[in-house]
């Protein structure tokens, strides 16, 4: 695995069994992702770009292939395995932020340092670190019930960036916002890559909000293709 | 303990439906409590009963005499250590509806039959040259607040005395404790010659005989032979350990057991069913919440901990609410009903038992939600949305 690459997907497919009929969603897709980079993934509904989130965020597994993570294979690990590597290294951000109705903002941020070592005083500290980079830090009591959808997102953010993992993934980040929250939202991510060098992963079906990665891929049954739905041989960025 | 909050969090977010349930958990240990709390006072004569000592009775039933002869023919049996006799006397104190129980009984004997009264020597000693003298156990006295030298007037519902009217003055002259506190002195004795001397029906019979074995293993042989001794006589007998009396006494009012049981069955199966349903409905609710702390990285057995957690929370609040509201009903019936039911407490033992039932309760009902929990797939969970 080359060391500049925080991810490679090498030879993946994935295939789904309904009924008699197997789906092949990819086959013998390769993929690199750079430390330091903000991809946009974007494609038509059925593309497989929730599969291919969800093979990277460790949530499914391939059927065949190899998902390299940081020089480590992750495809052949348990369930329990990956829930480890996934609180480890990975902080979601989901397009319906899904965040905990029944507790506050400083709460929600603090589940994934639930997962840690640390002391609680540690990780007040680092949950409000995280709601000042977001700019929440006068909400953090706040219920969710009681913030606006942009409101919600930065604490969602906030909770995905509080135990310092190594990758972003975002699905859909803007998909449930308005365009000037989205422009917010999507700055902060742009910050959260430039300027702390978090690598960045996001979905998106919005030409716009894909501006602000630094590079876009285009998935289209199951293959990446050039802009324009030109297939491309290898995708390397 | 860093996911008790969120237990605490998710316990606590319907406030309604969290009381209700705990509403119908406090029920069942409420009643789980003071109904189990009643059998124990019953039971507790039974309980308590020596495994060697037989009481005999008329074969006819309980309330008919037998000659007092048989009290020495008894004693006679082989296998026999000591023999007493009593006569019950139907006493009250001022009123009718104040009721105490009140037995005339052989004095030398009573207390070698009942090791397990204690009477201090003297005040035995002041009793027996007292032909008019009582002994009064000490509940009985503290209810009463008698002591030792008052003139206590009692009165025989059944009987009446020589000298005219149904009242018989008798002195305290002692006050006799039980070696174990679950042991009954709700009762008072007197002397069986001043007695039959006093009434007016005159005669010379016994209402019962109380024995004891030289060993508990005779107990089946000594019976035999007592009623085989009796039979074809006038008053045949029955002969029967104390402790299968005092069960039979109480099993005239029904199978208390299978009463209890039924009530306790009940009451728990109500709950199960209702808690279990709200715990899997509670926990379906929450899917998608489920899913995203599995993708944060919570793993399975973890949430699977938390769900049996919350359940089991939910079942020892309901249920230690309900059984310390046992604990007080118990307590203010206990002293309501002291001179019909003496042993009623709501003990450790119960105590114990509930506990035992509430975490019962919490993993029954918790187990269902907490396996789905366990199962649920991410990826499905996000897809039903």
Not at chain 2, 152 to 171: A, C, E, N, R, Y
Request: net charge negative; proline share 3%.
């Amino acid at each position: 695995m080359n060391q500049d690459n925080l991810f490679e997907l090498n030879k993946v497919s994935k295939r789904f069994t309904k009924g008699k009929e197997t789906i092949s969603i990819f086959d013998n897709l390769d993929m690199q992702i750079k430390r330091g980079d903000f991809l946009a993934i974007m494609g038509p509904s059925g593309s497989g770009k929730t599969t291919l989130l969800n093979l990277l965020g460790g949530v499914d597994q391939p059927t065949s292939g190899e998902v390299w993570f940081d020089g480590s294979r992750i495809d052949s690990l348990s369930e329990s395995q990956l829930a480890k590597w996934r609180a480890n290294n990975i902080g979601f951000i989901f397009q319906f932020y899904n965040l905990m109705p029944m507790l506050n903002a400083a709460k929600n941020v603090e589940l994934p340092l639930l997962l840690t070592n640390l002391s609680a005083k540690e990780r007040q500290q680092r949950v409000d670190t995280a709601l000042q980079l977001v700019g929440l830090a006068d909400r953090a009591k706040h219920m969710p019930a009681e913030m606006s959808g942009g409101q919600l997102q930065r604490v969602a953010i906030a909770r995905a960036v509080v135990s310092d993992p190594k990758l972003l993934l975002c699905d859909e980040p803007t998909g449930d916002l308005d365009r000037r929250t989205a422009d917010e939202i999507l700055e902060m991510l742009q910050l959260l890559n430039r300027e702390f060098g978090k690598t960045i992963l996001m979905v998106t079906h919005d030409p716009a909000a894909a501006k602000y990665a630094t590079h876009t891929l285009h998935l289209d049954k199951g293959q990446f293709v050039r802009e324009g739905g030109v297939p491309a041989e290898e995708v390397s960025l | 303990m860093k996911d008790f909050y969120l237990v605490y969090k998710n316990l606590t977010r319907k406030k309604l439906r969290l009381f209700l349930t705990c509403f119908a958990i406090f029920i069942a240990f409420l009643i789980f409590g003071a109904v189990t709390a009643l059998q124990g006072a019953l039971n507790s004569g039974v309980e308590m009963s020596a495994d060697n000592r037989l009481v005999v009775f008329n074969k006819i039933n309980f309330t008919q005499p037998l000659p007092y002869a048989y009290v020495n023919k008894v004693r006679s049996i082989d296998g026999v250590e000591h023999v007493t006799h009593a006569n019950w006397f139907g006493g009250y104190y001022q009123e009718p509806a104040n009721q105490i129980v009140t037995m005339a009984v052989a004095p030398e004997s009573y207390f070698e039959v009942y090791e397990e009264l204690v009477v201090d020597p003297q005040q035995k000693a002041s009793w027996l040259a007292n032909q008019a003298g009582v002994l009064v156990g000490e509940r009985l006295a503290k209810v009463n607040n008698w002591q030792i030298g008052d003139r206590i007037p009692i009165s025989s519902s059944i009987f009446s005395h020589k000298d005219g009217g149904q009242t018989w003055d008798l002195v305290v002259e002692g006050i006799f404790t039980a070696n174990d506190p679950q042991i009954d002195t709700g009762y008072m004795v007197f002397h069986y010659k001043y007695f039959m001397e006093t009434q007016s029906w005159g005669g010379d019979y016994v209402g019962w005989i109380v024995l004891t074995t030289e060993d508990p293993a005779l107990n089946e042989q000594v019976a035999k032979a007592i009623d085989e001794n009796f039979a074809n006589s006038q008053a045949e007998t029955d002969t029967d350990t104390e402790k299968a009396f005092n069960k039979a006494f109480i099993e005239q009012i029904g199978n208390i057991g299978l009463i209890i049981f039924g009530v306790v069955f009940m009451a728990f199966f109500t709950i199960l069913v209702l808690v279990g349903n709200t715990m899997v409905l509670a926990v379906r609710e929450r899917t998608n919440e489920i899913a995203v702390l599995k993708t944060l990285g919570f793993s399975s057995p973890r949430i699977f901990r938390m769900i049996l957690t919350e359940s089991c929370l939910l079942s020892f609040l309901g249920g230690l609410l309900g059984i310390g509201a046992a604990f007080l009903v118990v307590r203010f019936l206990s002293e309501m009903m002291a001179r019909f039911l003496p042993n009623l407490v709501l003990g450790s033992d119960i105590l114990l038992q509930a506990l035992g039932y509430m975490l019962l309760l919490g993993l029954i009902t918790g187990i269902v939600p907490a396996v789905n929990a366990l199962r649920l797939n991410i990826i499905s969970a996000f897809a039903r949305g």
